[in-house]
């Protein structure tokens, strides 16, 4: 940093990027990426261990 004239100019002496945000990130699971019939067999799943927990448990 100089000081010139009661002013202070900042000087970049080196050469880099100036987009400062976050660094890219892999996506992670997403129910709304998979398809309508995925999606219908993730709750076909789901109900089926429901069902399954309620007849053991009044059994």
Same mark, same amino acid.
């Given at each position: 940093? /100089?000081?010139?004239? @009661?002013?202070? !100019? &900042?000087?970049? +002496? &080196?050469? &880099? +990027?100036? /987009?400062? @945000?976050? #660094?890219? *990130?892999?996506? @992670?699971?997403?129910? =709304? *990426?998979?398809?309508?019939? !995925? /999606?219908? $067999?993730?709750? #076909?799943?789901?109900?089926?261990? =429901?069902? $399954? $927990?309620?007849?053991?448990? =009044?059994?």
């Amino acid at each position: 940093m /100089r000081i010139m004239a @009661g002013m202070e !100019q &900042h000087t970049h +002496d &080196h050469a &880099h +990027d100036h /987009r400062h @945000g976050p #660094a890219p *990130r892999a996506a @992670g699971f997403s129910l =709304l *990426r998979l398809s309508a019939l !995925q /999606r219908l $067999g993730i709750v #076909a799943v789901a109900l089926v261990l =429901l069902w $399954g $927990g309620v007849h053991w448990a =009044l059994s």
